[in-house]
């Protein structure tokens, strides 16, 4: 996004709310407060939350650039490890599979964090957007349609969650403890570890190291995990944002000629459609920072899906060679990722087919109750219509369900070659 674009959104945004007596949104505070609430809790354990907002104090910056170096750390302790291990001990297709399925995940992530603080900048710029229409609205009805969204923000985020921190821990804990000890041929007993390589630094069976190694996975697992529903939280945020401003102009135009008065006829429907038009391009303005903010993020997600999908549907179908637990974890995992790349795609799908309904909307009004050339305004937004919104992964792949369904039978066509090759390689 060039400079002028930021300059321009700034300055919108500074004069739309300048301080208390301009807001019109009486229950302003709480409103944003339930709309950020996963969000701000998301970004403060990244350590992103001091960056993208616009009060913060000096012990915040701190504690931010603390939970940086944290997080960073502890994709590093699972990281390197494992990197070393494919590097030097990896020969096999088996040992590959295995290894890159729990090195990849881990890249991405680090790749996703990389990118959400990389343009913390645009990510500022679309919160303080949704604040400034937050306290600008003063309809019921346009406060209804925001809240209906934020809920639909909300039961996005809590899914992920709830579905990516379940599989973790059934992966990072519960898999390893119910795993119990083996016992290997020099008569040592030997303790799982879920991702490889520790034993290139130290003896990670002995105690306590193996406990604090098992602990530090965990918490690593969680940043992980944490890192992911991040990027389902923000794309939601925002995009079910704009979609709830075109509902908003789709309403307006509804009732655009309804309760108005003769005598002030004219200037009532020009203020009612300088409010549409400037409704619908706050839109679209936030509509191209939105793809500009996250659309490596949503590659990084696209990229990983193909191929963390391929692997799970590996293991799965593979469920006869595997445990009860580890078929269970593998599941559960398959269900979340599937569950997130078609969230992204669904989002990007919604984003357009609300911009494009807005096009309709405007063409159905009853066109001869606008005075004079009042509608050429119309014009302009269903001309601006046939160019819809998108959310995409990298500027190169549109987020859509079409592209859902390409992912999954990519997936699928890569893990029929997984079986292939390993059916040989035995």
Known sequence: MSSRQVATMESENKSKSTGPEKKANKNYESDVKFMIHYTKWLLEILGVWSMVTKDSSFKSKIASKVSVILCLLSMGFLLIPTGLHICLRVRDLAGARVSIGYF?????????????????????????????????????????????????????TALSG???????????????????????????????????????????????????????????????????ITAVNLTALFVTHACGQMQIVMSRLDKLFDDINDAAYEKEIEKRISFLVLCHVRGLRLSTIIDEALKEVCLVEVVTATLILCLLEYYVVSWKSLGVIQTI??????????????????????????????????????????PKKKGLSMILIMAIANYPRKVTAGGMIELSINTFGVIMKTSVMYQNMLRTFSQADD
């Open 104 to 156: 990849s995940p881990c890249v991405a992530s680090v790749l996703k964090y990389a990118f959400i603080i990389y343009h913390s900048k645009e990510i500022k710029l679309c919160i303080n957007h949704i604040e400034t229409d937050w306290t600008n609205v003063f309809d019921e009805n346009d406060r209804a349609i925001m809240i209906k969204n934020v809920k639909a923000e909300r039961t996005i």
């Open 162 to 228: 709830l579905l990516l921190y379940s599989g973790g821990a059934f992966l990072h804990a519960i898999l390893p403890l119910l795993k119990g000890t083996t016992i290997n041929s020099r008569n040592e007993t030997i303790r799982p570890i879920v991702y490889p390589g520790y034993d290139l630094f130290v003896n990670p069976q002995i105690t306590p190291t193996y406990e604090i190694i098992f602990c530090i996975i965990c918490f690593c697992g969680f940043i992980r995990f944490t890192i992911t």
């Open 329 to 370: 974890t593998f599941s559960l995992l398959l269900v979340s990722y599937t569950y997130n790349i078609y969230m992204f795609c669904y989002i990007g799908e919604l984003l357009k087919d609300q911009f494009q309904k807005v096009g309709k909307a405007a063409y159905m009004i009853e066109w001869y109750r606008i």
